[in-house]
């Protein structure tokens, strides 16, 4: 058997990558439709070394397609999604719309595929690029024994928030390296040499990326209790998200317990010497454009015995966003 494709945002940063993890992966489309909006139309995206011209997205385009990738921000998702679905596609929804509608699954496959075979509107939700990181490394410690309690800093790439804040990074980095003052356009402040929380706000003085940590990670876990403490952000890298946690579960952990569980454990590569290397541990610039989930600093708190840190780092774009939607496909279609 063999798919119509349709990726919804195939412009952006997201976009573009899901044509390229389509490709690689050798997903069996027969063919693939790159959308966006009217601005874009009649430009060409590279889809497996040929050239395919982009069309606008509208709800006539879903005719006959078998399942739609949006990646186009949550307004296009909330006015489309729907309509894609309507027409008998899969939707794989990449924004925030669908995340926390109980009738729309949120999966992450490493985690809980099967969710997504209980799909009422026809949508299934990509979770959020820094919760899909954590808990492809919290499952097997979740299967040990029941977590608690996650303490999570986030070290969040520019390019997780779209095209313009990638080129922003990069004339700022240029800016200052010609000793010119950086100039601001996409983020609140310069990003080059200095460090953001510049996501929307949320409730209690959270960040609404923070609040995403925390309900999404409840929603795959099945974990409604899972208390989560998230300070998110900003970094002047270009691309993968790190991030260090500190997680307490029911029962006391060790180090070579959580090693072991993550050694064998689906999409994460270990990288921990066992003990603390300068710079032997993972890294955002090596993990850029591949596709694992890479976890180091395995280590047991100081001050809570049987609680232990983790470093875990994955590119957002892959992992975070593209990869992970062409997975759940991959998992409806070619299983
Ligand atoms: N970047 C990440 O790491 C990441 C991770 C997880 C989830 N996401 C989510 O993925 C989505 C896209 O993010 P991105 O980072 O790829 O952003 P981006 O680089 O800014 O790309 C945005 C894409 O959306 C398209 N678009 C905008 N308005 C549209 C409309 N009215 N109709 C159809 N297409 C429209 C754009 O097309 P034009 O070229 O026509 O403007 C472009 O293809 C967002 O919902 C974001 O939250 C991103």
Redesign the pocket.
Known sequence: MSYVVAV????????REMLNVLAQRKFPAKRVLP???K??AGSEVTFNGQKLTVEE?TPDRFEGVDVVLF????S?SRELAPQAAARGAVVID???AWRMDDEVPLVVPEVNMAAAKDRPKGIIANP??STIQMVVALKPIHDLSPIEHVIVSTYQAA??????ALEELERQTADMAAGREPEVKVFPAPIAGNLLMDWKPGEGGYSEEELKLVNETRKILGAPDIGVSPTCVRVPVATSHSEAVLVRCKDKLTPEQVRKALSTAPGVVLQDEGTYVPGAHPQPRPAAGTDPVFVGRIREDLALPGAIHLWIVAD??RK??ALNAVQIAEGIFTR
């Open positions: 919804v945002g195939a412009t952006g940063v997201v976009g959308l966006a909006s601005r874009s997205a990646s186009a921000g949550g296009v990449n924004s925030s959020n690029c390019s997780g928030k779209g095209h313009a957002n774009l975070g966003a």
